[in-house]
Nanobody, 115 residues
Framework: QVQLVESGGGEVQAGGSLRLSCAPS????????MRWYRQAPGKQRDLVAA???????NYADSVKGRFTISRDNAKNTVYLQLNSLKPEDTAVYYC?????????WGQGTQVTVSS
């Protein structure tokens, strides 16, 4: 029943910024972590950033210092701020929410960075 709805993707020039949002369509309980993945054409889906229910964060080396993951626990919403974007960041970005019993996935949102 509950789905994750992603928004904020688009096309920007190198050096630009985007802010991705991931909001559930209904209540999700007992969240363990919220994560962002990305998948470029012909590539494996890789973890970009994660945040736990306690607020601890983790980032892929390729995005450290440029991307920031944050959350709004009252809304069960997770965000990804993408700064200093590079063409290599071009990919479909997916949000996922982990609970003890289920893993929810968003539909993906396209981020395209042009030179």
């Amino acid at each position: 029943q509950v789905q994750l709805v992603e928004s904020g993707g688009g096309e920007v020039q190198a050096g630009g910024s985007l802010r991705l949002s991931c909001a559930p369509s209904g209540d999700i309980f007992n969240i363990i972590s919220m994560r962002w993945y990305r998948q470029a054409p012909g590539k494996q889906r890789d973890l970009v950033a994660a945040i736990t229910s306690k607020g601890s964060t983790n980032y892929a080396d390729s995005v450290k210092g440029r991307f920031t993951i944050s959350r709004d626990n009252a809304k069960n919403t997770v965000y990804l701020q993408l700064n200093s974007l590079k063409p290599e960041d071009t990919a479909v970005y997916y949000c996922t929410v982990l609970t003890p019993s289920y893993q929810y996935w968003g539909q993906g949102t396209q981020v395209t960075v042009s030179s």
